[in-house]
């Protein structure tokens, strides 16, 4: 019996199983779709579909660079627990992946999933393999690509690739000159977590969101309505220096902002130097992650 595209679309759908595993089986069974299935069963390729409901919340950022700085990308791999985020080969994985990411022209997540993975098949079908062979729910959450003209970028991981920063420097110094002070900057903007890089960034919605909160802290403090402007505005200032990354205190030398520490260098290697483009992934950010209740658990298997 012939096998079509359909077929195997179907098959992938009912196992999660990749595109070149479905087809395979499908030759061997002749087309029949419930011995294909459990063929998956016995080659262990069909356990990605029983895995896609669990929260995967642990895992890992890389970082990749090309060209002196004047590209960059960021990947984030997620996984169920950090004992596979440690695995050797979920981390090829993920480094290969920023590596595509670095050279790819897609901005898309679904366009990045469907690129093709060396002769493996595309990035989702190599995905669903690894879950099958691994045994966890895996899932590729995001990526970014970091090339506009005149930038240098720098990056910086922390904690092993819980935390991935790249910052884009819009100078004519070399990534060798910047090198230093873009890691520093790159630390502060791991440590910190700058919402925004200066003022001129500030989403507006976000500033009036804010004036409306501090107005009212200011009300409920029993404050004045007629002083409760001029004191608003001193607050969202104060709270600016703490959200904008130049303005921020520099984490290695408080006397300093950073801005004061780029100009510094800007100074010494006398040439320009401007903040343009901020990244900061923190593996598992915004995930509920589930709490598991052992008991429950065990009573659970047992039928109770």
């Given at each position: 019996m012939a096998v079509t595209a359909a077929m195997v679309k179907e098959l992938r759908e009912r196992t999660g199983a990749g595109m070149m595993d479905c087809k395979k089986v499908l030759v061997e069974t002749d087309g029949d779709m419930d011995k294909a299935i459990e063929l998956?069963?016995?080659?262990?390729?069909?356990?990605?579909?029983?895995?896609?409901?669990?929260?995967?919340?642990?895992?890992?950022?890389?970082?990749?660079?090309?060209?002196?700085?004047?590209?960059?990308?960021?990947?984030?791999?997620?996984?169920?627990?950090?004992?596979?985020?440690?695995?050797?080969?979920?981390?090829d994985f993920v480094d290969t992946l920023a590596n595509m990411a670095l050279n790819t022209e897609a901005t898309e997540l679904n366009d990045f999933m469907a690129l093709p993975y060396g002769g493996e098949g595309t990035v989702t079908e190599v995905l669903n393999n690894k879950i099958a062979t691994i045994g966890e729910n895996m899932n590729v959450r995001r990526f970014v690509r970091c090339d506009k003209p005149g930038v240098v970028h720098v990056g910086y991981v922390h904690g092993g690739?819980?935390?991935?920063?790249?910052?884009g420097f819009e100078t004519e110094a070399s990534y060798d000159e910047i090198e230093t002070m873009g890691k520093d900057v790159a630390m502060q903007v791991a440590s910190m977590s700058p919402k925004f890089i200066d003022e001129s960034a500030v989403d507006p919605e976000y500033l009036e969101s804010e004036k409306k909160i501090l107005v009212q802290q200011a009300l409920?403090?029993?404050?004045?309505?007629?002083?409760?402007?001029?004191?608003?505005?001193?607050?969202?200032?104060?709270?600016?220096?703490?959200?904008?990354?130049?303005?921020?205190?520099?984490?290695?030398?408080?006397?300093?902002?950073?801005?004061?520490?780029i100009a510094e260098t800007a100074k010494a290697i006398g040439k320009d130097i401007k903040v343009v483009e901020m990244v900061r992934y923190e593996v598992g950010e915004g995930i509920e992650k589930k709490e598991e209740n052992f008991a429950e658990e065990v009573a659970k298997q047992m039928g109770n």
């Open positions: 998956l069963r016995e080659k262990g390729l069909a356990k990605a579909a029983k895995k896609a409901g669990r929260v995967a919340a642990e895992g890992l950022i890389k970082l990749a660079f090309a060209d002196g700085g004047k590209k960059a990308a960021a990947v984030e791999v997620n996984s169920e627990t950090d004992f596979v985020a440690k695995n050797q080969e979920f981390i690739g819980r935390i991935g920063v790249i910052v409920n403090e029993g404050k004045p309505a007629d002083i409760v402007e001029k004191m608003v505005i001193g607050r969202l200032k104060k709270e600016l220096k703490e959200t904008c990354l130049v303005e921020q205190k520099f984490v290695k030398n408080g006397e300093l902002s950073v801005a004061q520490y």
